[in-house]
Structure formats: C-alpha cells, structure tokens
C-alpha cells in the first residue's frame, strides 16, 4: 500500500520510528513534513537518518511555522506535483481537522488524487469554539475526509456531535521503551534535584500552553489540598514565560503554590 504521510512534527527523528515500522512490514511510506519546526523544544530543520532510506520525505517549505491552525505549505504546485507522481492509496494528515494545512491538503487531494483515501488524526477532546475562519475549514474538511482516527476515545463522539458520518475509529501513539522506561529514585533525583521525596507526585510531560488543561490540573491538586491530600505537581516542558507566570498566579490564588513544581529540562550526566 502506498501511503502519503503529513506530519508536521515528524521533523523530529524519533517521530519517524513509526513510518519506519509500516516500510518494514511492506507499505511504501512518503512522507511531507516542513523545512523548519519547533519540535521536542527546540528549533529544528530536516536531519536525514539512516532509516529514513526506507521511506521518502519531501521537505517544504511553510507560512506561519510553529502555528499549529494556520500554517500552510508555500508551494501548491510542489503538492499536486507529489500527488500526481505518488498516487497514494492512503493520504494520512496528521493535523487536526481544522486545521489551514488539512484544507490545504485535502482541497488539492480531491482534485489531483481524487481515488486516494484521505485519513485524518485528531487529538481532540473537547469541543472548542474556534474562530470563523478555522470553523469553516473544519467543517469542509470533515465533509470530504474518508476517516478519521482519533487519539482520544472521547474523540470519537466529539466528532460525530459535529455531524462527521465518515469511517472513524480509536487510534493510540506508541511508545519506545529502549528510551522510556522507570529508573531507580536515585537515579532520577540526580536528574530532577527539584522532585520532593513527601506526598504523591502527579507529573505532565510536553509542551505547557492554555489548551493543554494545566490551569485545571492545578485546581484539582487545591481541591485535593482543602480534602487534607496533599499532592505535589510536576510540570515539565516548553513553556513561555508569561504563561509561566499566570500558571504562578493560579497557583498561588488557590494556596498550592508550594505544591506546584516547573522541573527545567536536563540530560542526565
């Protein structure tokens, strides 16, 4: 099966493992990604691994880098040239619906590869009232779609609420446990000197902004509080520092600023 994967996050190598997979077990995998993108905390341009020979990626060019909405892909021409000399099976975007790239993507894919499957992967769990211009798009582009994968469970209602009738189904990200695995106490302590040995620890991991829920994780660790558990919060990853600061207030608002750690992101020595 020949499959045509957009993914803006897939600049990052360890993304790739993935596509990687699905070359070994048979399938043609072409993959879009962008010249430049923030990724894993920090600015990154396409680096080209050994495994990548399995697969093919094309590298463009975009408008509006790191906006996660409203970026697109620059050269029109560059994607119904890889469209038409392609000719996927499967046009995998893995970019929320809404989104202008998944307009960008499946307009052109209607008209140039019009027997591809088009597929696209939500992370979406809450229904947010987006602006007019991303509203639109969304609802055009849930109209065209093939099928929709989601991460979330709840995904899968979200989008029938919202009138999708095309295939849908559960999907999940996977794990490399060579990278990711427990470790002794010790061993993360000289990591995160930070962590406290006292009450139970609730972690995040990933990019800290206003639609990543942090705001609420902190109330629950206040209501817990006021129900005599004293939880400590871990937060870990990219994060600006004017919403640093607001996340600061809430905190301290609610009496849990104690409670409430930023961890600094460190290589163990």
Known sequence: MKILYIWHAAIEKEYRKILWK??????????????????????????????DEKIKVFVLKVLFRNHIRSFLFLNSFRIISILKKVKPDVIYIKE?????????????????????????ESDENINIHHPIPFRITEKY??????????????????????GFKGLQ???????????????????????????????????????????????????????????????NLYILGRITQDYKKELEKISENLYVKENVIFLQPRAPE
């Open 141 to 162: 582009v849930l109209s065209v779609i093939d099928g929709l994968a989601s991460v979330p469970t709840i995904g899968i209602d979200l989008y029938k609420s919202k």
């Open 22 to 51: 699905m070359a070994d077990i048979g399938h043609e995998v072409f993959l879009v990604i962008p010249h430049r993108w923030t990724e894993s905390s920090r600015d990154q341009s396409f680096v080209k691994h050994p495994n």
């Open 96 to 120: 929320e619906p809404y989104s202008f790239a998944s307009f960008q993507w499946t307009v052109l894919s209607k008209i140039f590869s019009p027997a591809s499957a088009i597929v696209i």
């Open 169 to 231: 189904f559960k999907t999940s990200y996977f794990v490399d446990t060579n990278i990711f695995h427990p470790v002794p106490q010790e061993e993360a302590k000289k990591v995160f000197p930070e962590i406290k040995t006292e009450n139970p620890k609730i972690g995040f991991v990933g990019r800290v902004s206003p639609e990543k829920g942090i705001d609420t994780l902190i109330e629950a660790i206040s209501i817990l509080k006021k129900n005599k558990m004293n939880f």
